[in-house]
Structure formats: structure tokens, C-alpha cells
């Protein structure tokens, strides 16, 4: 087989050539855990999308309830662009665990399914739109899927029949989990249920206060 970067048409970067700091396997350098990490943008649901400023210590924190975050290392399919934040969230909870993590081109159900599947996934995220197109291209052709635990849904609110297709069809691996770009994940149903009037249970080290227009 020949190298990665002879491959023909394939683009590729050798960090020590543009980075040399990546040739050095010391220790990375210190960081204020109160400086900006990163800045995450809203989707405008409740009004003008806003930019979330989070720090090293606010990602930290919502990495400790970050479905998937506790226990063992594993692989996990993610198939959103990293710049939403669910994507990314994923990705840094695999980085700090040591698990894998499967990053797709293109959404597409049967891209998703067949990686799946190829790498023997135990966890993949999706959409309440893209989790619907996984329901019916399993339908259509069933992947075997003997790895997967999961597929975790977010991102938007899941619709009663949906819940109840995808885990006909995948049998019961659905899990929905709740949380914003402010927030990040707060709460989670257990793998596998159905509701049409509950988010689940809060994850470690969060408390939901429910509000009324007076406070």
C-alpha cells in the first residue's frame, strides 16, 4: 500500500513541515483555564443568533455530562460538520477519553450506517431530520450493527412517531438528550424510551430550575 501522501488526488499536510511544534512530543503548553476556547453561535431560535463565548473550564465542565464521556473508551460516528455544537462536543469527549471518533463527509444515512457498521461503532449522534432517513434506509437495507449501543438524537425536538419507528427499526437504541449551545447537554431519556412530555433525567452536576413568567 502506498503512502498517505502518495496517494494520487489526495490532499495531504505533514504537520512537521508546517507546524514544527508537532515534531515536539514534549508537553503542551499551559493554558488560563478562564480563556476563550471557543465561540459557539446560536440558531436564533428565540430571537438574533448570539455567539456563546465558552472557556477551557466551561468546556471541561460540560465534558463531565456529556453523554458518552464516562466509562471506557469507544468509537463513535459523528456525522455533522464540527461547527455545530453537537458535533463538536462529541469530538472533544471522544479526544479527552481516548476514544475514537469516525468524522463523515456528508450526512447521508447510508454513509453513516455503513461506517457504522465498517468500524463496528458503538455510539453514533444525529438529528431528529437525519435520525427519520436512518429509519428507512435500515428498513430498506438492514446493517447488522452488532457493535452499536446507541444512536443518540438531539439537535431539535423529536416527534412521538419517530421515536417509536426508529426504535422498531433499530431495535430500542434511540437516545435523546437535550442541552444548547449555552448550556450543553443538561438532560437525557434512558436508551430506548418513548415520551412524548419528558426529556429524561439531568446529567451529573446539573440542576433545572422550571420558571414562569414571574420567576
Do not use: C
Not at 469516525?102 to 455510539?123: F, G, Y
Amino acid at each position: 500500500a502506498l503512502p498517505f501522501t502518495q496517494v494520487p488526488s489526495m490532499p495531504w499536510l505533514v504537520l512537521d513541515e508546517h507546524w514544527p511544534a508537532a515534531a515536539d512530543h514534549g508537553r503542551l503548553p499551559a493554558i488560563d483555564p478562564d480563556s476563550v476556547a471557543v465561540i459557539l453561535h446560536t440558531s436564533g431560535t428565540t430571537g438574533r443568533e448570539r455567539g456563546v463565548v465558552h472557556t477551557h473550564r466551561t468546556l471541561h465542565g460540560l465534558l463531565n455530562a456529556y453523554p458518552g464521556s464516562a466509562g471506557t473508551a469507544f468509537k463513535t460516528v459523528i456525522p455533522l460538520p464540527l461547527m455545530h455544537n453537537y458535533a463538536l462536543f462529541t469530538l472533544i469527549s471522544m479526544i479527552s477519553t481516548g476514544g475514537t471518533a469516525i468524522l463523515l463527509d456528508e450526512p447521508a444515512p447510508e454513509v453513516l450506517l455503513d461506517a457504522i457498521d465498517r468500524h463496528s461503532a458503538r455510539m453514533a449522534i444525529s438529528t431528529p431530520t437525519l435520525a427519520h432517513s436512518l429509519a428507512e434506509a435500515q428498513a430498506r437495507a438492514p446493517r447488522r450493527l452488532a457493535a452499536l449501543s446507541h444512536i443518540n438524537v438531539s439537535g431539535d425536538f423529536v416527534p412521538l412517531d419517530l421515536q417509536k419507528r426508529f426504535n422498531s427499526v433499530f431495535g430500542n437504541r434511540m437516545r435523546r438528550t437535550y442541552g444548547s449551545s449555552e448550556m450543553g447537554p443538561i438532560a437525557g431519556e434512558l436508551i430506548g424510551s418513548v415520551s412524548a412530555s419528558s426529556l429524561g433525567f439531568s446529567f451529573p452536576g446539573v440542576e433545572i430550575r422550571i420558571l414562569d413568567d414571574h420567576g
